[in-house]
């Protein structure tokens, strides 16, 4: 088996997010498609560590992690404080940007 | 002996500030203070002069370095004052017979409650004037310019209650305007073609420049000259700013002022003479306007316009002399000075008379008052002699100089100039007799004289504490009003011999203006034969019309060109057909430009905008999915795009 | 772990272990998207990181497999689960569409966006994998402790200064500050009455014997549900049971039973036996 069946693997659970994230309206799963996606990325860059024989995708794998912890932290605190004013995690209902 | 220079024009400034910071409680003095500053002022000009006597004719030319103005590189500009015999001929004139208006402004203007005021505007334009007169280069002289002009918008209005009065300001400050934006634009051309507006270097490479820039310089100095000096085409002025005070009209607008023109282009000498066409032009703005404010004189009933108009003409002698050139430019200033002392002489009297006479000014409503008022009799009676120029008299050698140098113009020009100037001679002759035998002689039209309509001549609004419906009692004027007029009369009778005897000012003026003797056809004794005739034919008809026959109180139809000499032959109303309809029509149109065109183009752009915005704004539905899309398919694009690359 | 792990032609277990994990991988990423409840989707999620975790491992990242599954399964998703408890566990979402257009929109993107990516990866030249047994040779850890001190260390710093920042952020958008003196239970009273609504208290939840009844409102005299005798967050979070339809269908038994004994009217058949029943 080529490895390279990885990242279509890695390219499919990204498309997958993606879509997630435009059809649901639940901030939260959202957020977990969000995840799903980064995840896709994570797996990427560990397989192209492995092609080129250095552990430099690893690392950057390894920093996807830290920056997605403190992009989780940070987005279910709004979750929670948007939900305490509106009482609802739907995204279509902060829908103030419009005129 | 420098630094007195600048005391000229400080003692003046000083009055003013004084007089127009001090506020109420200066009232009292205020008259003296002014009129004492105005002295000072003198004093200092006559130790000047004699210091200049004093020296060769070559070094006449005291210069006094102020300080620095502008100090730009290539663009300076000091405050640097210049006497020389020019200037000190005005300095002398401007001080000497303004101290003798402040004097007789004293009595003139003893029942105004803003006589503090009046002085104060009177020393701040005696102030300007002398800046005008003193200053080294063109942009001083221009600040002198602008000074004189705002000095002469406040006195016009200063009876700023009568609505005539107000607009006669207006209209005085307006039509200056036109003549000062072309001496704006000439300092301009001075900049960009000598580099600097520095008398000295201006008049002594004048002739390095192009003669066609000096035709251009030369014609924006004359209409800044036409202005100030009410030539035709901007005179309409002049005849409005009568409405004034009659000291104001005695020193502004018949002494000093209005000779200021006159001024501007004898000192830019230079220029003139090496641009002939302007020259030329010159010389029949000063024929024409000769005549035609000859003509507006003699149709004149009020005594202040005829005198108006008699100063509008004699300003036109000044002006073609000016335009002939070497051969005139000191017969101009000649005139000037003579011109000061008789037409301030005539002005004072003038007041003198309206003064005794309830501030009435319609000529139809004097007569025989020589008995009443004999000194005023006396010295308008010099001032008539010296203006129409009987022989002995101030303005026989002054205006009889003009001719003569009209003609040695030579060629047609010559012929033609020389008869405009005796033809004005005759006319002069003619208006000032019928105003002296109006005022002075006949019977007293005084007398019984109906209940005055409201549509009559306007009276000067004092009028109203006297009682305007009683009969006058014609007496005279105060000593502080009569010694004025005595020492104006002196001057009428003896400056013109004074100068000429000797040809004592043609060589104290001929090291700054030059002067050379034309060719004329005629000689001297020829031209004075004629103006002889001249005068005597002029004042017959006039002795004809006026003193055989009695002076109906109502002024007679007329034939047309009487209906238009009352009328300024028609000046305001060819003004307002040709610039204020003109203007009207212009100013519509560029509106119209305006809302269709430019409203339009912008209008439309704002609109289109509006509705493409109203397009996409309802892409901004506030979905942040719906933006998500957007960034989505943006994300596609740019892979799709970057594969296509790799592919190509 | 062996040499032919990393290695460019890998085995067939690996093989093995990829088409049956991947699998799974692509299904709990589909329900993570497609399930109603985000307590299922949370789960789902779990599993296809997990999975992701054991890929990994195979691909020779052991560190990273090993940190995927303590603190993405573990600490992560835990905190999502925490926040899906606090918003509603059994909160179902309607998997609807409101905006017009929208899913078509986001599947045409989708779609689009993956066939150029299967694309773009097709056409790449990777034939030649190096393996990362060279670079793992003193050791996974020992290799990436070495990396991320050198040449990454700033970027380590900034990511430490990233979670600091973001755990501030955190308390500071989920704190709320109090900044007036609470009330007390008589200003509560005091105002109650100068409102002039509820001067006694909120009335008690409707009973029902098969559950907890919190989430059951009690009903009217006349049958119908009163919204304010439950909690306000489970209104908002939709998780009443509405069973006045049942109270009022019992109401009308027990009114058609009790005229059944005054022989007023006859009883169909059907009711009649229902309300024996009832009775028993």
Not at chain 2, 441 to 470: C, D, I, K, L, V
Request: aromatic residues 10%; neutral net charge.
């Amino acid at each position: 088996m080529n490895p390279v069946y990885y990242l279509y693997l890695a390219a499919l659970l990204f498309t997958i997010g993606a879509t997630g994230v435009l059809i649901r309206r639940n901030a939260i799963v959202v957020f977990m498609c969000i995840e799903l996606m980064l995840n896709a990325c994570n797996l990427a860059f560990v397989v192209f560590s492995r092609m080129h024989g250095n552990l430099d995708g690893q690392i950057i794998a390894f920093f996807t992690m830290v920056v997605a912890a403190a992009e989780v932290v940070v987005g279910l605190a709004i979750i929670v404080s948007l939900f305490r004013t509106r009482h609802s995690a739907s995204v279509d209902d902060a829908s103030l940007m419009k005129l | 002996m420098e630094n007195l220079i600048a005391l000229l024009i400080a003692a003046p400034l000083l009055g003013a500030a004084v007089l127009l910071v001090g506020g109420r409680r200066l009232d009292a003095v205020g008259h003296w203070i002014g009129t004492l500053l105005s002295t000072t002022s003198f004093v200092f000009g006559v130790i000047l002069f004699a210091d200049l006597l004093g020296r060769n004719a070559d070094d006449r030319t005291l210069m006094q370095h102020l300080f620095t103005w502008v100090p730009v590189a290539g663009f300076q500009a000091d405050v640097t004052f210049r006497l020389d015999q020019l200037s000190m001929t005005f300095v002398l004139l401007i001080t000497g017979v303004g101290s003798l208006i402040h004097l007789y402004s004293v009595g003139y203007m003893e029942h105004d409650e803003r006589r503090r005021r009046f002085f104060g505007y009177l020393n701040l334009f005696l102030a300007a004037m002398l800046l005008l007169v003193l200053a080294d280069n063109y942009l001083l002289l221009y600040v002198g310019w602008e000074g004189v002009g705002l000095a002469s918008y406040l006195l016009i209005g200063f009876w700023q209650h009568k609505p005539s009065a107000a607009t006669a300001a207006k209209k005085a400050f307006i039509v200056n305007r036109v003549g000062d934006m072309g001496l704006s634009i000439a300092i301009m051309l001075m900049f960009t073609t000598f580099g600097t507006f520095a008398f000295g270097p201006v008049l002594s490479h004048a002739t390095d420049a192009s003669e066609g820039r000096l035709t251009a310089i030369g014609l924006m100095l004359l209409l800044a000259a036409c202005g100030k000096s009410a030539q035709v085409p901007l005179q309409s002025w002049l005849g409005d700013a009568m409405e004034g005070p009659t000291p104001v009209s005695a020193l502004i607008h018949a002494a000093t002022m209005v000779t200021a023109g006159v001024y501007l282009i004898v000192r830019s000498g230079a220029v003139f003479n090496a641009a002939p066409d302007a020259q030329l032009v010159v010389t029949v703005v000063g024929a024409v306007t000769l005549l035609f404010g000859a003509i507006v004189g003699c149709a004149k009933d009020d005594i202040k316009k005829a005198l108006a108009g008699s100063t509008m003409s004699q300003i036109g002698y000044m002006v073609l002399a000016a335009g002939l050139g070497p051969i005139g430019y000191v017969f101009a200033i000649m005139h000037l000075v003579t011109h000061g002392f008789f037409k301030a002489g005539l002005f004072l009297g003038a007041g003198s008379v309206m003064h005794g006479m309830n501030d009435e000014v319609d000529m139809r409503r004097y007569g025989g008052l020589r008995k009443y008022m004999p000194v005023t009799f006396v010295t308008f009676g010099l001032g008539y002699l010296a203006i129409i120029g009987f022989p002995g008299l101030s303005g026989f050698f002054s205006k009889d100089k003009i001719i003569e140098a009209a003609f040695a113009k030579g060629g047609t020009e010559g012929w033609i100039l020389g008869t405009c100037a005796l033809l004005g001679a005759a006319i002069t002759a003619f208006y000032m007799t019928r105003v002296m035998l109006m005022t002075f002689f006949g019977e007293e039209r005084w007398r019984n004289q109906p209940t005055r309509s409201p549509e009559a001549p306007s009276a000067e609004p004092a009028a109203e504490h006297r009682g305007e419906h009683a009969e006058p009692h014609p007496h005279e004027s105060p000593k502080v009003m009569t010694i004025p007029m005595i020492a104006l009369a002196i001057g009428s009778v003896f400056a013109g011999g004074f100068f000429s005897i000797g040809d004592r000012f043609l060589h104290w003026l001929e090291p700054i203006t030059g002067h050379s003797e034309g060719d004329s056809p005629l000689s001297a004794g020829a031209v004075t034969g004629a103006t002889m005739v001249c005068l005597v034919i002029g004042v017959g008809i006039a002795y004809l019309q006026y003193g055989r026959r009695p002076v109906p109180a109502v002024a007679p139809r007329g034939s047309l060109l009487t209906r238009a000499a009352r009328r300024d032959l028609l000046q305001d109303d060819f003004n307002h057909v040709v610039l204020v309809r003109g203007g009207e029509h212009l100013t519509r149109s560029l509106v119209y430009v305006d809302h269709t065109l430019v409203d339009g183009v912008v209008n439309g752009t704002a609109a289109g905008f509006g509705g493409l915005s109203g397009r996409l704004r309802r892409l901004q539905n506030g979905y942040a999915r719906s933006y998500a899309v957007s960034m989505f398919g943006g994300a596609a694009l740019l892979v799709a795009a970057t594969l296509l690359m790799r592919a190509v | 772990m062996s040499q032919q792990f990393a290695a460019y032609a890998t085995s067939t277990g690996e093989a093995f272990q990829f088409w049956v994990l991947g699998t799974v991988a692509v299904i709990g990423a589909l329900s993570t998207v497609f399930m109603k409840r985000a307590v299922h989707s949370a789960l789902s999620l779990a599993g296809t990181m997990i999975v992701l975790a054991v890929f990994y491992l195979a691909n020779g990242a052991y560190f990273l497999g090993i940190v995927q599954i303590v603190v993405y399964t573990g600490a992560i998703m835990m905190l999502f689960l925490f926040v899906v408890m606090l918003v509603g566990v059994t909160a179902a979402d309607s998997l609807k569409e409101t905006i017009k257009g929208q899913r078509w929109l986001a599947l045409l993107c989708g779609v689009g966006f993956g066939v150029l990516l299967f694309a773009g990866i097709a056409n790449a030249s990777l034939k030649n994998f190096d393996g990362t047994g060279q670079a793992n040779a003193n050791g996974n850890v020992q290799g990436l402790a070495a990396l991320i001190f050198t040449k990454y260390v700033f970027a380590f710093e900034i990511t430490g200064a990233l979670l600091i920042t973001a755990a501030v952020g955190a308390m500071v958008l989920t704190h709320r500050e109090r900044t007036e003196r609470p009330k007390t239970q008589r200003e509560q009273s005091e105002q109650r009455v100068r409102e002039g609504k509820h001067l006694p208290p909120l009335p008690a939840p409707g009973v029902y014997a098969r559950h907890n009844a919190v989430d059951i409102a009690g009903l009217l005299p006349d049958g119908t549900p009163s919204e304010l005798t439950v909690s306000k967050t489970l209104r908002d979070r939709g998780q009443l049971r509405d069973v006045s339809a049942q109270a009022l269908g019992d109401l009308r038994a027990l009114e058609q039973r009790s005229e059944e004994r005054l022989e007023r009217t006859p009883v169909e058949p059907a009711n009649l036996k229902r309300g024996e029943e009832a009775s028993k």
